[in-house]
Each structure stands twice: as C-alpha cells, then as structure tokens.
C-alpha cells in the first residue's frame, strides 16, 4: 500500500522560490512515475510535472520548476522558481504504475494536497 504526504507549501512573493516535498511509504517508489498536479479554484486538477527515469513538465512551468527524487529517503520534490501569480493553487503530488502520464486518472494515489499561495 501506497502512502502520500505534502508539505512545503506556504506564501511567497512574485518572482521568489519555493520547493515542495512528497514523502512517500511503499516498497515500489522507485519504479513508480511520481507526478505533481495542481488545482485552482473551481478547475480540475492539472498536470504540472513528472519523474520516472526521465522528466516531463507541463509547458506552463517547463524552465522554471524542477521535480527531482531522493530514493534512499522515499521522497519527491518540486522545486518552484521564478512563481507568477498564476501559480497560486493546490498542489498535490501523485503516484502512477504508468511511464510519466499527464492524466489525473492515470495517477491511483494520491496526498490531501498543500496550499501555495503566490504574491505581490
């Protein structure tokens, strides 16, 4: 069994950084796709980035987010430069069997998501 955990989320200014964690239990980590979605008020959950070997970005974050996985230690990460208002959302990250789908039903676990809210 698959368990998802976010935290890093928080307020920051127009243009600064922030990095998002995705702890994670379960004997298969490392050859699962681990993906990060977001979602804004209203909307449904979106792509934004994923990781099994290779990466993949959506193309609204591509050259400023960077997602990276530590297996030693079960966690994903999402490091986030350069945020636009357009960025505030929820971000949740995600576990698939698939190789680096950008669909939300390719994804079967899922955390309870962290609030990121950006500012000016």
């Known amino acids: 069994q698959v368990q998802l955990v976010e935290s890093g989320g928080g307020l920051v200014q127009a243009g600064g950084s922030l990095t998002l964690s995705c702890a994670t239990s379960?004997?298969?980590?490392?050859?699962?796709?681990m993906g990060w979605f977001r979602q804004f008020p209203g909307k449904e959950r979106e792509f934004v980035a994923a990781?099994?070997?290779?990466?993949r970005y959506a193309n609204s974050v591509k050259g400023r987010f960077t997602v990276s996985r530590d297996n030693a230690n079960n966690t994903v990460y999402l490091q986030m430069n350069s945020l636009k208002l357009e960025d505030t959302a929820v971000y949740y990250c995600?576990?698939?069997?698939?190789?680096?789908?950008?669909?939300?039903?390719?994804?079967?676990?899922w955390g309870q998501g962290t609030q990121v809210t950006v500012s000016s």
């Open positions: 379960g004997s298969t980590f490392s050859t699962q796709t």
């Open positions: 990781v099994r070997g290779i990466k």
């Open positions: 995600a576990a698939s069997d698939k190789f680096l789908p950008t669909t939300e039903s390719d994804y079967n676990y």
